[in-house]
C-alpha cells in the first residue's frame, strides 16, 4: 500500500537520507553501521544492474526494505524530524492558546501607542519588551545550524512525515523568518554568529538590558508615587 503513495524515486531518495543519517554515528554504533551499509549496497546494486528486468526487480526489493526499516522510524538510531527542536517546541507549549499552538503571542498583534499616564508606559514597556524578550529567547535556540537538518527532512522527504512533523517545520519556518519588531538583529547574519559563545552572551546582554529597563522604570514610578515619597 505504501508504494501507491510514494513513487519509487522518492523511496530511494529516503533510503540515501538514512544512509546519511546512519553514516553520521555509525562509527560508535554498530548497528548504524550495518545498516548503513546494507542500505548503500543495495541502493548501489540497483545502479549496476544489466537489464531494465533486473533493475525493476532490485528497485523493488529496495524500497520493500527502505519502507519497512522507516515503518520503524522511531527505534532507528537517526537525528530524526523535530529532534533537534524539542527545545522550541516545549518553549512554544508555553505560549499556546487552547489547543493549537499560536505562531506568536496574542499580543503582538497590537502596535505601541503613545500613553498619558506613567502606568500605561510601563505596561506598554512590559508588552513591547516581551515581544523583544520572545523573539531573542527564539532567536537564541532557533539558528541556521540547527534548522538546516530539519529542513532537509522537509524539502528532500517530506511526503514520508506525518501531518504535525509537516505543519510544524513548516511553522518554524515561518517564526524564523518573522520579522518581530524593526531594530532586532539579525543574529545568523550577524558577524559574532561563528564564535557560538559571543553569539549566546549577546542574547543575554540584549535580555538583561530588556529587563532592566522595566526595573528602572518601575522604581521611578515608585519614587513618585505620593503613598510612599510623600511630599
Known amino acids: 500500500m505504501a508504494q501507491l503513495k510514494h513513487s519509487e524515486e522518492e523511496i530511494i531518495k529516503l533510503g540515501e537520507k538514512l544512509v546519511r543519517e546512519l553514516n553520521l554515528i555509525h562509527s560508535t554504533n554498530t548497528l548504524a553501521r550495518w545498516m548503513s551499509h546494507y542500505l548503500a549496497?543495495?541502493?548501489?546494486?540497483?545502479?549496476?544492474?544489466?537489464s531494465k528486468e533486473e533493475k525493476k526487480v532490485l528497485q523493488q526489493e529496495c524500497c520493500d526494505i527502505i519502507l519497512k526499516i522507516w515503518s520503524k522510524k522511531e527505534s532507528l538510531p537517526i537525528t530524526?524530524?523535530?529532534?533537534?527542536?524539542?527545545?522550541?517546541?516545549?518553549?512554544?507549549?508555553?505560549?499556546?492558546?487552547?489547543?493549537?499552538?499560536?505562531?506568536?503571542?496574542?499580543?503582538?498583534?497590537?502596535?505601541?501607542?503613545?500613553?498619558?499616564n506613567e502606568w500605561a508606559s510601563f505596561v506598554d514597556l512590559v508588552k513591547n519588551n516581551s515581544e523583544k524578550i520572545f523573539s531573542k529567547v527564539i532567536q537564541m535556540n532557533l539558528h541556521k545550524d540547527l534548522l538546516s537538518k530539519d529542513q532537509e527532512w522537509l524539502k528532500e522527504n517530506k511526503n514520508f512525515l506525518n501531518e504535525q512533523e509537516i505543519n510544524f517545520l513548516q511553522f518554524i519556518?515561518?517564526?524564523?523568518?518573522?520579522?518581530?519588531?524593526?531594530?532586532?538583529?539579525?543574529?545568523?547574519?550577524?558577524?559574532?554568529?561563528?564564535?557560538?559563545s559571543k553569539r549566546i552572551n549577546f542574547i543575554f546582554d540584549e535580555i538583561e538590558n530588556l529587563i532592566d529597563n522595566q526595573k528602572n522604570l518601575l522604581l521611578e514610578i515608585k519614587s513618585k508615587h505620593p503613598l510612599i515619597n510623600p511630599k
Not at 41 to 50: G, S, T
Open 173 to 196: 519556518d515561518v517564526l524564523n523568518d518573522y520579522d518581530f519588531n524593526s531594530g532586532v538583529v539579525d543574529l545568523n547574519n550577524f558577524e559574532i554568529s561563528n564564535d557560538n
Open 41 to 50: 549496497e543495495l541502493i548501489q546494486n540497483i545502479d549496476k544492474a544489466e
Open 80 to 116: 530524526k524530524p523535530l529532534d533537534n527542536l524539542k527545545p522550541i517546541i516545549e518553549m512554544l507549549q508555553v505560549l499556546k492558546e487552547e489547543k493549537e499552538i499560536s505562531i506568536l503571542p496574542r499580543w503582538l498583534e497590537y502596535n505601541s501607542l503613545p500613553r498619558d
